[in-house]
């Protein structure tokens, strides 16, 4: 049909759809059919981080309820972890080129602060990590990560030089850049020590020279003296690690041909005690350690191989470095009649620290085993006035009347003066360096106090991040019920009660008056102090959310409260 104008009317010739609530619409080409699902893909990062001595990395990795994986949180602007890339929610997949996300957190901590000062992540955004969980699929599959790498480790060599040199040649035309290979000499030092023709170099005495020019690396080598420790990877290793972006570093080594190793001793009491000093000394790196000293002639610990200036690594299989004195005395004299030290010679410590690394990290299971078996012939007894040196218990006074104390403080330019830390597996909020003349001084805060209550509100099970937040809740005062540690403990091993109500009265209330007092002038002035940060050599946080009143852990962590002031070095009387 035409109309006027000459154009046709095909509305009768269309064909006509109908709809059926039920059987849909009967046009093929309106389809209503479920969205397709796109594949999720995870965008792997490869992230190295490199600190400095007293640096920290930056960031804490946590384990949180009800989210998986290994959580990325709270990266400090500037930090070396925000520069190497590491973002908030990130998940951790890899470290050292070691797949870890279905390993448990408190493993995946101890690798990386066995890693020392240089390690690789692998990360992917925290968001696809969820979602891709929520779907149950594979991500070894997703990010192509291999389990067990099909290749060898990377070998740190220690070399001495011989009469003709080191035995071995660097390869490269002059004035080129890496990669520099090694050429060795048949049975000369570099070789007996571990290193193999066309060996890839990566690392001189832990100084990195991949971007050094021929001449460079030469010099470096020069410079080294009578020996030198190179980190050196076959062909094969050295491909596979570049096809991955990862970069090698001295954690993802084999220890086989370094000259040090740590040593387990296996120690039972006799009747003059362990025979050993403990003390607190400064190590090179600018750090404190627990170092050995005064070992007894006949000794227990002399019997087991204690030497003079040992450094005390673990207690028991756990790892002390990093911890106050305090808390390595507790953790030996808690093992009763017998305990297990790990420890390392004073040369060994060096040698390690000078290569950004913690001894510990060469430890294999094997090798702890076998020693273990060697050093159980020892067999001595201890009196049990040793367990508990006297110097070291709480006094009569102490034992039969302990009080805690309350102090009122008013933050002063710095802050309050003083430094919060908790402990992993010890329960507990400890105060640390305290400024002395501080606000937190005036008002009574001593170095080794315990904190019970915040504000009127007991703490003991809170975590460490819920004490801040109780410490912040005012902003320019704070109420802090403490009391000395040994106290403490003696309250709690004997089930005396503490609360606010047994204070001492003469520390009932311990004022600094107004915002005028208790206040020293400070060179950091217009800085933020309120700064959460890690203090440990690795410095990790460690959450394990695991109920409502799950305990907050760290490897030594805490709120910086004022500038820190170097403690002295403490000793522990006789062991």
Known sequence: MKEENGIEDRAALSPKFTFNPKEGIDNPALVICDDIELPITLKPRVCVLTKKDKEVFGFYLRAEKGKPGHIVRQVEPGSCAQHAGLVDADRVLEINGEFVDNTEHFKVVEKIRLSGSKITFLVVDGAAYEDAKVKNLNIVELIQADIQPPCGKPRLCYVEKGPNGFGFELRSSEGAKAPFT???????????????????????????????????????????????????????TDAYYRDKGIRIV?????????????????????????????????????????????????????????????????????????????????????SGNQTTLMVISSEGDKYFTSLGLSPLICMEDNDIEEQMELNETTESRLSPQQVCPPSCCPTTQQATSPKPRLCHLVKGSSGYGFQIYSITDEPGIYIQEV????????????????????NGINIEKFSYEDVLVKIKEKKFEVALLVMNKKEYWHCKDNNIPISGESTSEDNKIINTGNTEKGIVPSNNTGKKTNKTTGKD?????????????????????????SPPTLKQPETLKRT
């Open 435 to 454: 400024v002395s003349d501080d606000v937190g001084y005036k008002a009574g805060i001593r170095d080794g106090d315990m904190v019970i209550e915040v």
């Open 250 to 334: 001295p954690a993802m080594a084999c220890f086989k041909h370094v000259p040090f190793k740590p040593r387990k001793l296996y120690l039972v009491k006799g009747s003059c005690g362990y025979g050993f000093l403990l003390k607190t000394e400064k190590t090179t790196s600018g750090t404190y350690g627990q170092y050995l000293w005064e070992v007894d002639a006949g000794s227990p610990a002399e019997k087991c191989g204690m030497k003079e200036g040992d450094r005390l690594l673990a207690v028991n299989k756990g790892n002390i470095v990093g911890l106050q004195h305090d808390c390595a005395v507790r953790k030996i004299r808690e």
């Open 182 to 236: 090694l050429s060795t000499q048949s049975e000369g030092p570099a070789e007996r020590c571990g290193l193999q023709s066309d060996d890839r170099l990566i690392e001189i005495n832990g100084v990195n020279v991949e971007d050094y020019t021929y001449l460079q690396v030469k010099r470096q080598i020069k410079e080294t003296g009578d020996s030198v420790t190179l980190l050196v990877t076959d062909q094969k």
């Open 537 to 561: 050599i690795n410095a990790y946080f460690v959450q394990k959310l695991g109920d409502s009143n799950s305990f907050c852990r760290s490897h030594v962590y805490s709120e910086k409260l």
